[in-house]
């Protein structure tokens, strides 16, 4: 017998499925058979279709939860930067980023991913470099060199040295050239199997103490990351795939950290018992670079106890010590994923004499995530008057200074978007005063 409970009940139910619905989830969201899938990719390729493409790959791997749907997002990619090329994938990832808060977060780790699979023995370096863009800190541009240099198991002072001077044929400018010789540093370390003393000589090879910095930073970066305890790092297994002719990419789970199946890092790469390590045992010509990535590991350490890292950074020598606070400040952007508010509440810990470097960490990172000075402008609005808020202005500046090298006309009228007691600061970190206001520069310490 149907009583009206259970009529009401079918009818819901069918409506339910009308609308495409059911149990509370949308069936149009639901994952494709594998066939049906790839019809529909293969379809959007074509089409150059990135915003199916985007909506593809989420719906294929939403129902994964952490390390395997990071799997089946890297594996999706991969393909498509196989197929579709780079610039298709990275217009892709964008629209997966829109979708996926925790891929916006992870973004630089798929674009890395992506120009890894784009540049493959036999094609042009300067093609495949310039056809990536700086989206998610121009991780493309740094995957593309080291596919290449960990590509046929040599490397030599003249393949290093010029390297970046070919690609700047097909990408001049002084932003392609840091992401450049920045990729070269991960690059080295991973071809010397993560021997940092090794890859930071390496980077030596260069002639300007510029290009060195660039890679000593990316050799820094490739260490922390790689040897994270909480990181999954697929860059390694995608190479060694490579290398051994897979024609698809593989399911990588266990392949976390560094392990490329060479045999262990002939250097430890994190000291349980130095929190300040490896820049504790670092030459002084490397001190520099490796603050500025110190961040990380402190808070790995720390179990992202930012006052406990802070207090970490005090350790440091003196006149490093307000570069492993801008450290703390890149991650403090990356960790909450451009939270204004929550970016504020973790740089404002420490010593005050160093937290503008914190403050100035995010506002670059939100620069150099985006590309958006605008983005960087709105986070400094934010921060309370005082030191803080003027150095996150001159980091505005500075930024600008990054992205409009050649045009003072976009760089004043940047900075003239910025509060009016803030317009100063963004110019004279944007080169476009011939003096320092009063007060400037805030120097590291200083009370």
């Known amino acids: 017998m149907i009583t009206l409970r259970s009529a009401a009940t079918v009818i819901g139910i069918s409506v339910a499925v009308t609308l495409g619905w059911i149990f509370g989830r949308p069936l149009l969201d639901r994952p494709l058979a594998a066939q049906e899938a790839e019809a529909r990719i293969a379809a959007a390729t074509q089409a150059g279709d990135s915003v199916a493409l985007g909506r593809l790959a989420h719906r294929q791997c939403q129902d994964r939860q952490g390390t395997d749907r990071q799997q089946c997002y890297e594996q999706y990619f991969l393909a498509l930067a196989g197929t579709g090329g780079v610039r298709l994938s990275l217009a892709s990832l964008s629209v997966l980023a829109d979708l996926d808060r925790v891929v916006r977060a992870e973004g630089h780790v798929y674009t890395h991913i992506i120009g890894i699979r784009a540049w493959q023995p036999g094609l042009d370096i300067g093609t495949v470099f310039a056809a990536c863009t700086g989206l998610f800190q121009s991780g493309c541009y740094h995957g593309v060199i080291q596919s290449y240099l960990t590509s046929d198991g040599g490397l030599d002072s003249t393949k290093v040295v010029w390297l970046c001077d070919i690609v700047a044929r097909q990408t001049p400018g002084y932003l392609a050239r840091f992401q450049c010789v920045h990729g070269m540093g991960h690059g080295l370390e991973m071809a010397l199997n993560w021997d940092l003393p090794r890859a930071l000589s390496s980077c030596d090879w260069l002639p300007s103490l510029w290009d060195r910095e660039a890679c000593y930073g990316g050799a820094f970066m490739e260490n922390a990351v790689a040897s994270s305890p909480r990181a999954h790092h697929p860059a390694a297994q995608i190479i060694a795939n490579r290398d051994a002719g897979s024609a698809e ?72 010590r307000h570069l492993c606070y801008l450290s703390l400040g890149t991650n403090a952007s990356g960790f909450t994923v451009q939270d204004t508010k929550r970016a504020i509440r973790y740089c404002s810990v420490g010593d005050p004499g160093y937290q503008p470097w914190c403050f100035l960490g995010v506002a670059k990172n939100y620069v150099d995530v985006t590309g958006r000075a605008e983005d960087g402008i709105e986070f400094c609005r934010e921060i309370p008057e005082g030191r803080n808020r003027r150095q996150c202005w001159v980091a505005i500046g500075e930024e600008l200074l990054v992205l409009y090298t050649g045009d003072s006309e976009a760089r004043e009228r940047f900075c003239r978007t910025a509060p009016e007691n803030g317009r100063e600061d963004c110019r004279y970190g944007a080169g476009l005063l011939a003096a320092a206001p009063e007060g400037l520069p805030i120097l590291p310490g200083a009370p």
């Open 249 to 320: 990419p593989e399911d990588q789970t266990g392949h976390d950290g560094h392990d490329v199946g060479a045999g262990p890092p002939p250097f430890k790469m994190r000291d349980s018992a130095d929190a300040l390590y490896p820049c504790s045992i670092m030459a002084e010509q490397y001190l520099q670079s490796c603050f500025q990535l110190q961040g990380g590991i402190l808070l790995d350490r720390t179990g992202q106890d930012w006052v406990a890292a802070a207090a970490e950074c005090d350790k440091a020598p003196a006149h490093v």
